[in-house]
C-alpha cells in the first residue's frame, strides 16, 4: 500500500501547513551573550528559562531551515517523562541516590511542559494518558516484568505497573496480547504544533531566530555562517540528530533514523473494534519496537526505524523514508491493528534522533571555553528536551541548582568509529534485533539471544 504523501517533513506538518514564510536569516556580523544552534526543542526551551531567569539577556538562535525542521517536528509525539538510558553506565560516574534524583527530574518534565504550554495558550492537541506498552509473545512478557521491576527500583513505585491481558486487551484490543505495561502521568502530541508555539512564545520573550542561517563552524566566542560572524560569550550546541553535519563532529553522535505513517481517520465501527479510549501512547517489547498514537481526528499513526542508519551519517531528503521502511511500518500497522487493512496510509515521513557511543544522553558547558551541548536522547526527546534546556540555562547562568549537579551533566564518552564500521555495527544490531523478533514470535520461548548479541555488537 502506496502512502498518499511521502515526505513533506511529517504529517504533523500537514496537519497544521508548513510557514509559508521563514523568519528573516541573519544580516550581517553581530554580537550577543548567547548563541544557541538549533530552533527545535531544545533550543527553545533553553532560550525561554535563559530570559526567566536572565531576561535582559541578548539572545540569538540560528536555524539551517525554519524552527521545528528537525525531530521536534516530525516525532512520534510521546510526551513520556521517561528514563530510557542505561542506568548502571551514569552509575560508573554517579551514585544511586544522584541517579534517582534524574530520574524524578525527567519524571517531572510531563507537567512542566504542559504547564508552560496552558500559560501560554499553545494549542498542541495535548491529552493527559497512560503508555501502554504490550507483550504478543513469551518472551516479550518476560521483558515486561523485567522492565516493571526495574523501573519501580529506581524510583518509579507509583508510575509504573504490569497489567494482564484482560486488562490490557481493554484499553486496546491487539491480537494475542499476553499483558502489557502501564505508564501513568504521560501525555500524547501534536509535536509540530508544540515547537511552532514555543518558537512563538520565545520570540515573545524578546529572543531572535534567524532561519536558514546555518551554522558553518564553531569555535570559542565564534560560529561562522553564510550570513555573518557571530560573537558570543556562550555558544550552545541544541542540534540533536543534524550534529553529524557540523564540521568535527561527524561521530560526535550518530544521527538514526526512525519514520512513521499515518493512517486516514478511521470510522467508528473500526475504533468500536480497537478500542482505545483513553487514548494511550501504544508500543510493544519488540526488541525493535513500535510507538503509536491515535491523533485528535482518529488516525493511528506507527513509529518504527525501519532501516535505521545511512552510511556516512547521511541524512534523509524532507523526510521522505524508503520503501522497505514503509512496508515494515505497514506490517505492524496490520499486525497490532488487523481493521485497519481496508484503509489508506495518507502519509509517511522520517527524522533523525542522536545517539552517543554509550547510548545515553547528556547536557554539559565548558565553562572555559563558553561552549555548551545538549541531547543524544535516543527518541526521547519531546520531554527530555525539556529538562535539558533547564539545566543548559543553569550551566550557562553559573546558577548552583540541583539540576547542574544530575548525573548526565558535563558527562562525555567516546566518539563513534569510522566508516564503515558504524554502518556494520548499527546494521548488523538490527539485523540481529529483527531476528530475534522473528524467532521469538515462531517459537513462542524465553528471549532470544540474538537479541542481547544485537545489543552487545553497539554496546547498546
Given at each position: 500500500m502506496?502512502?498518499?504523501?511521502i515526505?513533506?517533513?511529517?504529517f504533523?506538518?500537514?496537519?497544521?501547513g508548513?510557514?509559508?514564510?521563514?523568519r528573516?536569516a541573519?544580516?550581517g556580523?553581530?554580537?550577543v551573550?548567547v548563541?544557541i544552534?538549533?530552533?527545535?526543542?531544545?533550543g527553545?526551551?533553553?532560550?525561554h528559562?535563559?530570559?526567566?531567569?536572565?531576561p535582559d539577556?541578548?539572545?540569538?538562535?540560528?536555524?539551517k531551515d525554519?524552527?521545528?525542521y528537525?525531530?521536534s517536528?516530525r516525532?512520534?509525539?510521546?510526551?513520556?517523562?521517561?528514563?530510557a538510558w542505561?542506568?548502571?553506565?551514569y552509575?560508573?560516574?554517579s551514585?544511586?541516590?544522584?541517579l534517582r534524583?534524574?530520574?524524578?527530574a525527567m519524571n517531572?518534565?510531563?507537567d512542566?511542559v504542559i504547564?508552560?504550554?496552558?500559560?501560554?495558550?499553545i494549542?498542541?492537541?495535548?491529552l493527559?494518558t497512560?503508555e501502554l506498552?504490550?507483550?504478543?509473545?513469551?518472551?516479550?512478557?518476560?521483558?515486561?516484568?523485567a522492565?516493571?521491576?526495574h523501573?519501580?527500583?529506581?524510583?518509579?513505585e507509583t508510575?509504573?505497573?504490569?497489567?494482564t491481558?484482560?486488562e490490557a486487551?481493554?484499553?486496546?484490543?491487539?491480537p494475542g496480547?499476553l499483558?502489557?505495561?502501564?505508564?501513568?502521568n504521560?501525555?500524547?502530541?501534536q509535536?509540530a504544533?508544540?515547537?511552532?508555539?514555543?518558537?512563538?512564545?520565545?520570540?515573545?520573550?524578546?529572543?531572535r531566530?534567524?532561519?536558514s542561517?546555518?551554522?558553518?563552524?564553531?569555535?570559542?566566542?565564534?560560529?561562522?555562517?553564510?550570513?555573518?560572524?557571530i560573537?558570543?560569550?556562550?555558544?550552545l550546541?541544541?542540534t540533536e540528530g543534524?550534529?553529524?553535519?557540523l564540521?568535527?563532529?561527524e561521530r560526535?553522535?550518530?544521527p538514526?533514523?526512525?519514520?512513521q505513517i499515518a493512517t486516514e481517520?478511521?470510522p467508528?465501527?473500526?475504533?468500536q473494534?480497537?478500542?482505545w479510549?483513553?487514548h494511550?501512547?501504544?508500543?510493544d517489547f519488540?526488541?525493535a519496537?513500535c510507538?503509536c498514537q491515535?491523533t485528535?481526528?482518529?488516525?493511528i499513526?506507527?513509529?518504527a526505524?525501519?532501516?535505521?542508519?545511512k552510511?556516512?551519517s547521511?541524512?534523509d531528503?524532507n523526510?521522505?523514508?524508503?520503501?522497505?521502511?514503509?512496508?515494515?511500518?505497514?506490517?505492524?500497522?496490520?499486525r497490532?491493528?488487523?481493521?485497519?487493512k481496508p484503509?489508506a496510509?495518507d502519509?509517511?515521513w522520517?527524522g533523525?534522533?542522536?545517539?552517543?557511543r554509550?547510548?545515553c544522553?547528556?547536557?554539559?558547558?565548558?565553562s572555559?571555553?563558553?561552549?555548551?551541548?545538549?541531547?543524544g536522547?535516543?527518541?526521547?526527546?519531546v520531554s527530555?528536551?525539556?529538562?535539558?534546556?533547564?539545566?543548559?540555562?543553569?550551566?550557562?547562568l553559573?546558577?548552583?541548582t540541583d539540576?547542574?549537579?544530575?548525573p548526565?551533566v558535563?558527562?562525555?564518552?567516546?566518539s563513534?568509529?569510522?566508516e564503515?564500521l558504524?554502518?556494520l555495527?548499527?546494521?548488523?544490531?538490527y539485523a540481529?534485533?529483527?531476528?530475534?523478533d522473528?524467532?521469538?514470535t515462531?517459537?513462542?520461548?524465553p528471549?532470544?539471544r540474538?537479541?542481547?548479541?544485537g545489543?552487545?555488537?553497539?554496546g547498546?
Amino acid at each position: 500500500m502506496t502512502p498518499k504523501t511521502i515526505g513533506d517533513l511529517s504529517f504533523w506538518y500537514a496537519d497544521i501547513g508548513l510557514p509559508t514564510t521563514r523568519r528573516p536569516a541573519l544580516t550581517g556580523d553581530t554580537t550577543v551573550d548567547v548563541c544557541i544552534i538549533g530552533a527545535g526543542f531544545t533550543g527553545l526551551w533553553t532560550a525561554h528559562y535563559l530570559k526567566i531567569h536572565a531576561p535582559d539577556l541578548n539572545i540569538l538562535i540560528v536555524e539551517k531551515d525554519f524552527a521545528g525542521y528537525g525531530a521536534s517536528g516530525r516525532n512520534g509525539g510521546w510526551l513520556t517523562g521517561g528514563f530510557a538510558w542505561n542506568h548502571a553506565r551514569y552509575l560508573q560516574t554517579s551514585t544511586e541516590s544522584s541517579l534517582r534524583d534524574m530520574v524524578r527530574a525527567m519524571n517531572g518534565t510531563v507537567d512542566e511542559v504542559i504547564s508552560v504550554a496552558e500559560a501560554q495558550g499553545i494549542d498542541a492537541d495535548i491529552l493527559r494518558t497512560d503508555e501502554l506498552m504490550v507483550a504478543t509473545t513469551p518472551a516479550q512478557l518476560t521483558r515486561v516484568a523485567a522492565e516493571v521491576n526495574h523501573r519501580r527500583h529506581w524510583g518509579e513505585e507509583t508510575r509504573v505497573h504490569q497489567i494482564t491481558d484482560a486488562e490490557a486487551r481493554a484499553r486496546v484490543n491487539v491480537p494475542g496480547i499476553l499483558g502489557g505495561m502501564i505508564v501513568q502521568n504521560v501525555a500524547r502530541i501534536q509535536p509540530a504544533k508544540l515547537v511552532r508555539g514555543l518558537a512563538k512564545m520565545v520570540e515573545g520573550q524578546g529572543v531572535r531566530i534567524a532561519e536558514s542561517t546555518p551554522a558553518l563552524t564553531l569555535a570559542p566566542g565564534i560560529v561562522t555562517t553564510p550570513h555573518g560572524t557571530i560573537r558570543a560569550t556562550t555558544i550552545l550546541r541544541c542540534t540533536e540528530g543534524f550534529t553529524a553535519t557540523l564540521p568535527g563532529l561527524e561521530r560526535e553522535w550518530l544521527p538514526l533514523n526512525s519514520a512513521q505513517i499515518a493512517t486516514e481517520p478511521l470510522p467508528a465501527t473500526v475504533w468500536q473494534q480497537i478500542g482505545w479510549n483513553g487514548h494511550e501512547i501504544f508500543g510493544d517489547f519488540a526488541n525493535a519496537y513500535c510507538y503509536c498514537q491515535r491523533t485528535r481526528e482518529g488516525r493511528i499513526t506507527v513509529g518504527a526505524r525501519g532501516v535505521p542508519y545511512k552510511f556516512g551519517s547521511k541524512l534523509d531528503t524532507n523526510g521522505a523514508p524508503d520503501a522497505e521502511t514503509i512496508r515494515r511500518l505497514t506490517d505492524i500497522l496490520h499486525r497490532h491493528f488487523p481493521a485497519t487493512k481496508p484503509f489508506a496510509i495518507d502519509h509517511a515521513w522520517c527524522g533523525t534522533l542522536a545517539v552517543p557511543r554509550d547510548w545515553c544522553a547528556t547536557v554539559g558547558l565548558d565553562s572555559k571555553t563558553g561552549m555548551g551541548w545538549a541531547g543524544g536522547y535516543v527518541g526521547v526527546g519531546v520531554s527530555t528536551s525539556n529538562l535539558a534546556g533547564r539545566t543548559l540555562a543553569d550551566l550557562t547562568l553559573r546558577r548552583d541548582t540541583d539540576l547542574v549537579h544530575l548525573p548526565w551533566v558535563n558527562r562525555r564518552v567516546r566518539s563513534w568509529e569510522p566508516e564503515p564500521l558504524r554502518w556494520l555495527g548499527v546494521t548488523g544490531m538490527y539485523a540481529l534485533l529483527n531476528a530475534a523478533d522473528r524467532r521469538e514470535t515462531a517459537q513462542r520461548g524465553p528471549p532470544s539471544r540474538l537479541g542481547r548479541l544485537g545489543n552487545w555488537l553497539t554496546g547498546r
